[in-house]
T-cell receptor, first 114, second 111 residues
Framework: AQSVTQPDIHITVSEGASLELRCNYS??????LFWYVQSPGQGLQLLLK??????LVQGIKGFEAEFKRSQSSFNLRKPSVHWSDAAEYFC????????????FGKGTHLIIQP | DAGVIQSPRHEVTEMGQEVTLRCKPI?????LFWYRQTMMRGLELLIY????????DSGMPEDRFSAKMPNASFSTLKIQPSEPRDSAVYFC?????????FGPGTRLTVL
């Protein structure tokens, strides 16, 4: 069965500093990969996705992610965080073709220090 | 585009009562998913539909849970009877181009 691991439950970053959130997946083939963000009391908003092609993908709000097949990773990055980035971030995978439900990681809670 | 619409946004009920959660997917999306989010288990897929047909309900926890999609613009998730352990946030999502778009969720509290 496919699984997603987000090893960091909480991360604290100073405003203006760079950010990297880790995501590793376990799956036999190359899945479709996603990052979602959830603000308190809100639904999940899609940040970016990777299906194929260029392994560095750009998303909304200045986020990017890099797919590394050899490491089964899909880490999320942002060069300079803003206080408004404080939220819960979820990595998710689905079998190529996207017809099934998503398998989510447990999430990483991002705290921004002033 | 209004996005995925869920109602109610909050539901508080007593154990044993029937609860019905509603979802209106984005127009033109042909797949619909129901997820549950809890602190202990995170986000879990309950059931999904493709062209209004249930495809995989293996995530539905018990027979107390049922879901229907009578047409392309409406789905319900029903819990009968409800129990305190059903307290969670329930999300609906619909799909376009292999990407799922989520509604704001329904926060269910069963007392």
């Amino acid at each position: 069965a496919q699984s997603v691991t987000q090893p960091d439950i909480h991360i604290t970053v100073s405003e203006g500093a760079s950010l990297e959130l880790r995501c590793n997946y376990s799956y036999g083939a190359t899945p479709y990969l996603f990052w979602y963000v959830q603000s308190p009391g809100q639904g999940l908003q899609l940040l970016l996705k990777y299906f194929s092609g260029d392994t560095l993908v750009q998303g909304i709000k200045g986020f990017e992610a890099e797919f590394k097949r050899s490491q089964s990773s899909f880490n999320l990055r942002k060069p300079s965080v803003h206080w408004s980035d404080a939220a819960e971030y979820f990595c998710a995978v689905v079998e190529s073709g996207g017809a099934d439900g998503l398998t989510f990681g447990k999430g990483t809670h991002l705290i921004i220090q002033p | 585009d209004a996005g995925v619409i869920q109602s109610p946004r909050h539901e508080v009920t007593e154990m044993g009562q029937e609860v019905t959660l509603r979802c209106k997917p984005i127009s033109g999306h042909n797949s619909l998913f129901w997820y549950r989010q809890t602190m202990m288990r995170g986000l879990e897929l309950l059931i999904y539909f493709n062209n209004n047909v249930p495809i995989d309900d293996s995530g539905m926890p018990e027979d107390r849970f049922s879901a229907k999609m009578p047409n392309a613009s409406f789905s319900t998730l029903k819990i009968q009877p409800s129990e305190p352990r059903d307290s969670a946030v329930y999300f609906c999502a619909s799909t376009q181009s292999d990407t799922q778009y989520f509604g704001p969720g329904t926060r269910l509290t069963v007392l």
